[in-house]
């Protein structure tokens, strides 16, 4: 069975770091891209960051310079100069195959992060 369980969240000020980890199991986490999705309130799901297989990072606009995703048997997300509108529940999500093109197949249970102005 696919488990991803998100830790790391939690109240940061404006400006401040957090450290998201995703641990995985029940499937080969080395051979399936996955990413970092977010859900601020009262708004859609937003693709934050992804990583494939093969260690190729992106982001989204809003977040570069700023976050860093990795992963070795986790994965990570390491988010600097947050800003209020980094706000949300944060997912962690699997792709069904190597690339993001794949579709994702499974999701965690989210993550709570909240930036204080």
């Known amino acids: 069975e696919v488990q991803l369980a998100e830790s790391g969240g939690g109240l940061v000020q404006s400006g401040g770091s957090l450290r998201l980890s995703c641990a995985a199991s029940?499937?080969?986490?080395?051979?399936?891209?996955m990413s970092w999705v977010r859900q601020a309130p009262g708004k859609g799901l937003e693709w934050v960051s992804g990583?494939?297989?093969?260690g190729s990072t992106s982001y989204v606009d809003s977040v570069k310079g700023r976050f860093t995703i990795s992963r070795d048997s986790m994965l990570y997300l390491q988010m600097n100069s947050l800003k209020p509108e980094d706000t949300g529940v944060y997912y962690c999500?699997?792709?069904?195959?190597?690339?993001?093109?794949?579709?994702?197949?499974?999701w965690g249970q989210g993550t709570q992060v909240t930036v204080s102005s």
């Open positions: 999500v699997k792709y069904a195959g190597i690339g993001r093109n794949s579709g994702i197949d499974y």
């Open positions: 029940g499937f080969t986490f080395s051979s399936y891209a």
């Open positions: 990583i494939n297989s093969a």
